[in-house]
């Protein structure tokens, strides 16, 4: 058993992801929220291929879709997403799926211990709520949230979608203890790091914790003629100050691959002729080491307590979502590190993940571990998104070969 | 003939607004949008009230109200409005229509020269448009600007709303040349500046022009975990920055009464996992003075030039409006003054007008003033507006004897 003999078949590989982005077509990319028809189309899609791939296709009551195997032995557990974000690219999510297709055809046919099972999880993106499929598997989803989720842009009810997808009533999967090995993810990196070293493949080491604050600012609301410059207390102006003086004091307090962003920002009532007399900002961290985002959080205090106190205007902070960062298992980088030596001659680096991923859901439950192919300038989440077409298929060599020693090793422990 | 004869009955006037503050009571204020059930019933009360005090009530097909007199010779018009800012203050137009009303009274029954018409314009808080109530009485308002008019907050079509009036097909009305020795309008002040002199009432020398912009940085939109601080460009950052800059280089620049506002500004897309990659804000200057403006346009050219080189973000800013200051009339001016030595003992001083009012329209056609009245704290469009009794009734008190001298002064020239 030479677990170097195995890699994928680049041209199955590329030939899938194209029939992938035939559903929901948006310019080059996709438009595939969960649910919408493109999405269940190519969840349909998928469970032919599965079939085909002789993987019993089982789609869950939160609609996520399972191929597994009849093998004996325990089973590595691959997998990403399908559903995309608004308008936006073609391979964030599907290449993981059809990696993980890729070498449950690979692998499947070859003798024990090579059994590959492959997950679809449904709603990575977001769109009805925060990685609702791979969360339902570790046990973190209660009914009474399906209850309350509504898609972001439609509005429409996580009930509602579920029922005619004929989900309705359908059991969630939950992970089996002692099935798996562990789980395998391949994703585009959706930063420029691998494009700018010039290297083939990322080890992930550990995916970022996200912490989320809603700064709010309180002035007074008035007229916008009638009111002296000197006697405003415009909560707009005093935002755009907080975010100038974030961007000069966060760099010397943060790591050095430390993120902060601020998405979003609402003025009320945010109307030309009203000084705004509240506003309000969405302001994310991320980051893999919890100590420096508490650093940051005493610097956002401290910014905030200095801005109240000189005036016109309040400032308020309160923490939305605290990150916990996910650590990737040692094993599984070390296998991914190995199969890269044989199939890229080693054009690899170890790296975080800035994005969250279904894995970090898995890695609670079970041993988790990631690849990353390049992203063409770094882009995602939008239509452009891309990667160039050996980058694809040397990463799913290095995925197949990765998941050959995983299954490998676990055999002759 | 004594001009000085002439005041209002300070009793009369609160009865009246007290009553008006029931259509549409929201809080201490009101809710009372053009063309609302509430702004309908107020429309009502005033026919009612104008056939009272023996003028004609019509309405035309804007949905101004106006009560026309039949005695001979010239008239002075005088009005405001009766719609309301969404959950706004009791005060904002109807203390000009219920002044308008009280002069017509007290003088309409005194032999010639006293003739006062009342005019309520419509929607000159903007719902629908700009103050298209007074601008088609100034015949600057086509039938396609109606026809594509739409309530801002409910999206509602102005030709339904007038239809539901019973307004469809109704004539508007013109200004008739020759008809009027001028318009004046009583107004809240709007902002503090009488209250932190202790005088009771403004004169307005001036109603400031608006011009309005709006500023687009271009950046690149990017996920905000994968993104590296280094390599962003965040739109929405140099949005802030761009203000911040405004608050500092503006000052030096601008004139003893000029005011500069950013009323909105959105980050596209706006969510909070996404680096924006373009953002808008929509931006006010006001002055009396359009050179000052030049010199604050110039101001504005050259920080968005120096943004656009320093990077990462482009800026390209967009006249959206060209403001024209509407001068008042200097007899106007001076018959108010001489009013308010005789009932306020002096206590009024010339000021600008930091806000639109139909008087601006007016001007156009026919001599125009403006009297303002102390507004407590400042506070406008918001639903604590509030003036105190003693200076509503001595604004009434001398709205009533300017009209009178006016009147008076015309005649005998």
Partial sequence: MDANAYRADGDRVLADLYELRRFGTYETGVHRPTFSDAHLQSLAWLRRKLKAAVLAPITDGMGNVFGRSEKAGRKLLCGSHLESQNHAGWLDGPLGVVYALEAARVLNSQPAPFAVEVACWCDEEGHFGSMLGSRSFVGDVAEVEI????????????????????????????????????????HIEQGDVLENAGLAVGVVSAIVGIWQYEITFTGQQNHAGTTSMASRRDAGLALAKFCVSIDQRFPSASGPRTVWTTGRNTLDPGAPSIIPGSATMLFQIRDTDPKTVVRLEHELQDLAAEATTSGPCTVAIRCLRVGKPAMMDAGMQAAIAAA????????????????????????????????????????????TENTADDDITHGADVFVSACARLLSDASSR
Same sequence: chains 1, 2.
């Fill in 147 to 186: 209850d309350a989720a509504r898609d972001r842009t439609s509005g429409r009810m996580m009930r509602d979608a579920l029922a005619s997808a004929g989900l309705a009533g359908v059991t969630r999967a939950r992970a089996e203890p002692g099935r798996y090995i562990g789980y395998l993810e391949a």
């Fill in 340 to 383: 890269s030596e044989t199939w890229t001659g080693g054009r690899h680096m170890t790296m975080p993940s800035g994005a969250g991923h279904d894995a970090q859901m898995l890695a609670r439950v079970m041993p988790a571990g990631m690849l990353f192919v390049p992203s063409i300038g770094g882009i995602s989440h939008h239509w």
